[in-house]
């Protein structure tokens, strides 16, 4: 069997949709040829954490980040000169040196075939690129957020220098990996336009969803009186989505004897419970917390509702299980047509509505999810079709695929 050497900054006790992505390839890659061996970070920065097990006979190796990073970045922070002035490419930089010096001892011990990483973070890909070249070892990256098309403006570069260093960056890794894969297509495009010289490189391969884990968890509704409706991950500015909802479900209890809950799993946010105050439903709203993924998935399958909430162009890992789980979606967004693409192929009931909407309409897509009556045979085609392309099995079979492809 092959081995792969897996740079993964996010990764247990840490969670996030990076740390979720990592466990599954490292669950079934095994299956395909590949057994992984990881690198990972042992003292991270303050972060959510869930305990989200290893799969057995993962060799995990821990690299110690530079003491001392995270007390300067806070200062710059307080300072209002702000931690991106310093953090070229990010704010894990500091994991960059311990995260060498543990991979040259691994790739010493374990004779990996390969290098793979998946970003961001974007330091990981430096350690990846680094350990990649002094081996001489092929290296494929995967892109789950753009490196210098930057959405959310809180991460956005502060001079032209900053984002010219990126770029100069982001062009070295491009050209060094022998593969470059994309968990949607807005991504893709985006890297097509920049580097057409090296589009024989790209490759979309979506996150998909474990279905083991939505075989078990799945259960029947409930016959409550209440209606649960579930997000889960995190919100950005500037909130127009989730505020618009609340507004919402506001409207909707006050005028229905039956009241819908909004339940959330994710970063504690203590913002949202501020938006709550303001739209008047802080009864009717839970926060959870960041809790194992298979717990997610199981309270995602228990809710009546699913709730995505985008700012920006963007197409979430959490969709996938929102659309394997079979309950009705409640879509507030911008327009993305990769996204509409996504929920017409395989969803079976869904509303979706713009971030100009108004709060009746949010009152009619509850009222209308709640209550819809779905025909078995459109459900069965919409699943079959989900399963065939999207499982994570079918997806690793493309990831190994790639992988020998990139060894021969």
């Known amino acids: ?112 075939n390969l290098i793979y990483t998946t970003i961001p973070p974007y330091s990981s890909a430096i350690v990846a690129a680094l350990l990649a070249k002094w081996r001489k070892l092929p290296l494929i990256v995967d892109i789950r957020d753009p490196w210098l098309d930057k959405t959310y403006p809180l991460l ?28 949607y297509k807005i991504a893709l495009d985006q890297y097509l ?32 009186t209440s209606i649960k409706i579930l997000y889960s991950g995190v919100f950005y500015p500037p909130y127009k989505a989730i505020m618009l909802f609340f507004r919402g479900l506001s409207k909707y209890n006050s005028e229905n004897q039956e009241k819908a809950f909004f339940i959330y799993y994710g970063q504690p946010f203590e913002l949202l419970n501020k938006f709550a105050r ?32 985008l700012e920006f162009s963007t197409i979430p890992t959490k969709l996938y299980e929102y659309l394997a789980s ?36 949010v009152v009619q897509a509850i009222s209308y999810l709640k209550s819809i009556k779905l025909e078995q045979k459109e459900i069965d085609v919409k699943t079959q079709v989900l399963w065939n392309e999207l499982e994570i099995s079918v997806l690793t079979e493309k990831l190994a695929k790639i992988f020998n492809d990139a060894t021969h």
């Open 156 to 183: 956005r570069y502060p001079t032209k220098f900053h984002r010219y260093i990126n770029e100069i960056l982001e062009r070295c890794i491009i050209k060094q990996a022998k593969c470059i894969t994309f968990i």
């Open 326 to 361: 079979g309950v009705p979606l409640l879509i507030i967004a911008p327009e993305i047509s990769e996204l509409k693409w996504l929920l017409d192929r395989y969803s079976s009931a869904y509303v979706y509505l713009s971030l100009d909407a108004k709060s009746c309409e």
């Open 1 to 112: 069997m092959k081995k792969i050497l897996i740079i993964a900054y996010y990764f247990p006790p840490l969670a996030g949709p990076g740390v979720v992505k990592v466990l599954r390839n490292c669950r079934y890659l095994p299956k395909f040829g590949w057994w992984p061996v990881v690198v990972s970070v042992s003292n991270p920065e303050k972060y959510a954490i869930a305990d989200n097990s290893i799969p057995n006979g993962v060799v995990v190796e821990r690299a110690v980040r530079l003491p001392g990073f995270d007390l300067i970045c806070r200062i710059l922070d307080k300072v209002r000169i702000g931690r991106q002035l310093i953090a070229i490419p990010d704010a894990f930089i500091a994991w960059i040196p311990g995260a060498l010096i543990k991979g040259i001892k691994v790739i010493k011990v374990n004779r990996p």
């Open 193 to 224: 336009h920049r580097y057409t010289y090296f589009s024989e490189k790209f490759i979309l391969l979506r996150p998909g969803f474990d279905g083991s884990e939505i075989i078990k968890k799945q259960k029947k509704r409930s016959n409550s």
């Open 278 to 309: 303001e739209a008047k439903i802080e009864r009717f709203m839970t926060q959870k917390g960041y809790v194992p993924m298979n717990d997610v998935i199981r309270a995602q399958a228990a809710s009546d509702i699913l709730l995505l909430v």
